[in-house]
């Protein structure tokens, strides 16, 4: 059994900062790939930032360039999201990826969802 467990969202006024985490436990093999997707109300879910755990190769949604830093700790299982220049619409609920290996074939795991709301 695989867990994933966010912390770090809340209320933040626009342009402040938030810092993500996400930590896997469980009988866990390897871990691929680890990331960031969000989704506002209305809208579908959507990726907003991946890196491997692997040479730490990075993607970013262009709505967050520049702002978010997505880095990870291969040893804690934790990916972190550090979230600046926060806008209104980066509103959303944000939910952790993973990519990895247990007894099974490598699966895609999600957390339970960490809600993020930016004033104006």
């Known amino acids: 059994q695989v867990q994933l467990v966010e912390s770090g969202g809340g209320l933040v006024q626009a342009g402040g900062s938030l810092r993500l985490s996400c930590a896997a436990s469980?009988?866990?093999?390897?871990?691929?790939?680890m990331g960031w997707y969000r989704q506002a109300p209305g809208k579908q879910r959507e990726l907003v930032a991946l890196?491997?755990?692997?040479?730490?190769?990075?993607r970013y949604a262009d709505s967050v360039k520049g702002r978010f830093t997505i880095s990870r700790d291969n040893a804690k299982n934790t990916v972190y999201l550090q979230m600046n220049s926060l806008k209104p619409e980066d509103t959303a609920v944000y939910y952790c990826?993973?990519?990895?290996?247990?007894?099974?074939?490598?699966?895609?795991?999600w957390g339970q969802g960490t809600q993020v709301t930016v004033s104006s």
């Open positions: 990826y993973m990519h990895l290996s247990t007894v099974r074939p490598p699966y895609e795991y």
């Open positions: 469980g009988s866990i093999f390897s871990i691929n790939v």
């Open positions: 890196i491997t755990t692997s040479g730490g190769s990075t």
